[in-house]
Structure formats: C-alpha cells, structure tokens
C-alpha cells in the first residue's frame, strides 16, 4: 500500500530525541524554547508557543482572542473539524463562509457580502479562521483589510500550510493576523508526532497564550502577587489547561526544521509532476493562485463527472479502485456544516454548495517526500485504470 501522507524520520532525528531522552529534561525544559524561537525565525513572527496539537492551539488562540458565550466565530467548511470546535469549546457560536471553488479556500467574496449582510443584521463575527487548505494560504492581505474594516480578529489554520509562501514572507509571520496555528501531526510537512505552535506578533497576547497553556499558572517572581514565598511558590492567575508538549517532541521538531525548506522543495516537485501526468485524464488538478505558493501537504484532485453527471458515485467508485489497487487515497474533507453534530445546531445541507460539490469529487492522491517517482507513476497508472 502506498499512503497518502508519511512521515520522514532520518538519523539525525533519532539522534536529537536520543540526546534528550539521556539528559536531565525530557519535558518542560531547553529543547521546546529553542524549537520555539527556531520556528519564529523561520516564519519571521515575533513569538513562537509550542503546544500538545493544533487543535489545543487553536483553542489557545480563541481563549486568548476573548472567544466566550454569545460571540460568533466563522470559518470555512472545507476543513477538519477541529477548526470549528474550537470556538464551541470556547462556548461561542459557529458558522462558515463558502469556499472559492477554484482554491477551495474561503472565498474573500462571499465573506465579504457576508460580513455585509452580518453588518446590517447587528450579528458580525468576533473572530474569522481562514484555513490554508493543502498548504496553500488563503489570500490574508485581503482577509486582513475586510478586518479592519469589520473589527474581527483573524486566526490563520495553517495546519497544512507549515513552509508555505505568501506574498512577501513565509505563512506564520502573522502579518495579516492575530496567531498563528501549524500542525505537527505525522501526515503533516513537519512532524513531532503530535503538536502544534502558535506564532505571534503581540507580546501581551503571547503571555496570555502561555499562561493558557499551562494551568494558568506563573512561577517568575515578578508576576507572583504575594512576593513573601519562597522558590517552591506558584500561582494561579486563571483557568488554564495543560496543552503543554514535551522536550522529546521539540528536540524531534526541531531537528526536522533543519530540513523544512527541502521537505517543501520535494512536495513542489512532486505536485509539478502530478499536474503535467494527469494532464490528458478527466480529473481537476489544483489551482495555485498568483499571491503565494503552496506547501503542498495534500494534492487534492476533483474527479470530473461522467456522463450520467453523478459526480459522487463516479468518486466512490475510483476511490474503491484505487484501495484495491494499494493506493492509500483519502479525502479532505467532509464539509463540517453537513456532519451530524452540526445539522443538529441548525445547518443543512445545500448551505455551501461549493463545498459540498468540491467534496463530491475529491480524492487526495499520495503526497509525501519520500514518494519516488516510481510510485507517483504507480498512483497515476492505479488512476487511469480506475478512470476507466
């Protein structure tokens, strides 16, 4: 079987957990500080906040943001889950701004005759969560603009999007944002098997997201209140969680940083290849629009309908081809709106149609570094026969 994502582990990986596994910190110590700052001066933020996932991280980032009981967040349907649970997590409402279906981002027309609609209605979103679907960034200096005129704050999912280009920088330099999120899961560009970071430009809302992280707990003498305790002494300034990750996680994520910018160089080969092999079959490759470009953490491909135009069936159909063939495709994603949870908050089927139409058709090809072009003709092959 060949997968749709993998993880890359090299010698020099399992040499720098090893390292931190035969030292005196394994958690909480110098290895998650120094992958911190190495990731902000990748992307250019002026902060970086490691946590346990991307979904604590963009929990973190709602709290933080003053998300609560009676504020409404958006996001875009074409995602995983975790992109709207975060903001129910924080007690606020949720709901969806349709994608362009030629990036399968958010489209910034419709959330602009939205936040109009939103406007009139006396109901605009406290904060919007732009997802940089398969490592390629929505368009922020647009998104950043509707914000200051809206007054909404703006959190970037750019779990898919870690070493992705935008505009005049890397994603995560928060530039047209209030944080930063990026997912280290194993499928991802960059692994620490699980984990996340939050990139940031404010240091007010960097403390904040630090204190959220753990317990909502200080130590440094300058913050304590009561100043008569010893060195055993802490406090509790909040409700805070324990999202924390651990120095072998780190010491495993920052060791693969070193190699960020050729991970990204081989998925951009390889989506490069897939566009000119599929060239002459019936399926949509991506689009890549003129402002950025991806980091290609999935090539998403749209299978064409056939002649009876049942674009679902046809999809099912490769789709079964294709395990059968060893190929280990997927699909992202089923749009949040239509899951039952959702449906029974009020949403319904036929709400965002260029998301539920883009899902009909998607299957996600194998896409990964060490995919060889042997096996990227394999996939290609398995495609054809299954078109057919």
Not at 30 to 59: C, D, K, S, W
Not at 103 to 112: A, G
Not at 231 to 259: C, F, V
Not at 355 to 379: C, H, N
Request: hydrophobic residues 40%.
């Amino acid at each position: 079987m060949i997968p749709y994502g993998r993880q890359s582990i090299s010698d020099d990986d399992v040499a720098a957990v090893e390292r931190v596994l035969r030292s005196d910190w394994i958690t909480q110590g110098p290895a998650i500080t120094q992958f911190e700052r190495g990731m902000a001066e990748y992307t250019g933020a002026r902060h970086g906040l490691a946590v346990a996932n991307a979904t604590a991280g963009l929990h973190l980032a709602c709290l933080a943001l003053g998300v609560g009981k009676g504020d409404l967040v958006w996001t875009s349907p074409n995602t995983f889950l975790a992109s709207a649970n975060c903001a129910l997590y924080c007690g606020a409402d949720v709901d969806f701004v349709d994608i362009d279906p030629g990036t399968y981002n958010l489209c910034v027309d419709k959330l602009e005759a939205k936040l109009r609609a939103a406007q009139a209605a006396g109901r605009l979103p406290k904060v919007l969560i732009p997802v940089h679907f398969a490592g390629q960034s929505c368009d922020m200096r647009a998104i950043h603009a509707l914000a200051r005129q809206y007054g909404f704050r703006i959190i970037e999912d750019a779990s898919h999007a870690v070493g992705a280009d935008y505009a005049d920088g890397k994603v995560g330099n928060c530039r047209y944002s209030d944080i930063t999120v990026f997912s280290f899961h194993p499928v991802k560009i960059l692994t620490t098997g699980e984990g996340g970071m939050l990139l940031s430009n404010d240091d007010a809302l960097h403390r904040q997201l630090g204190l959220l992280r753990s317990h909502g707990m200080v130590r440094d003498p300058a913050d304590l209140e009561d100043q008569g305790q010893g060195a055993w002494y802490y406090e509790q300034h909040t409700l805070g969680y324990n999202y924390r990750i651990t120095d072998i996680q780190a010491a495993l994520g920052l060791s693969q940083l070193g190699r960020l910018d050729a991970f990204v160089a081989r998925r951009r080969a390889i989506a490069a290849r897939y566009t000119t092999l599929l060239a002459d079959l019936p399926v949509t490759t991506p689009f890549q629009a003129a402002y950025g470009e991806s980091a290609w953490h999935l090539y998403p491909v749209w299978i064409q309908p056939g002649t009876d135009g049942d674009i679902a069936a046809r999809r099912k159909a490769v789709f079964a081809s294709l395990r059968e063939q060893g190929i280990g495709v997927n699909v992202h994603y089923i749009p949040v709106p239509t899951q039952p949870y959702y449906r029974k908050l009020g949403f319904a089927p036929g709400q965002f149609p260029a998301a539920e139409r883009y899902y009909a058709g998607a299957i996600s090809l194998p896409m990964y570094f060490s995919l060889s072009d042997a096996e990227q003709e394999q996939v290609v092959d398995a495609l054809r026969r299954a078109l057919a």
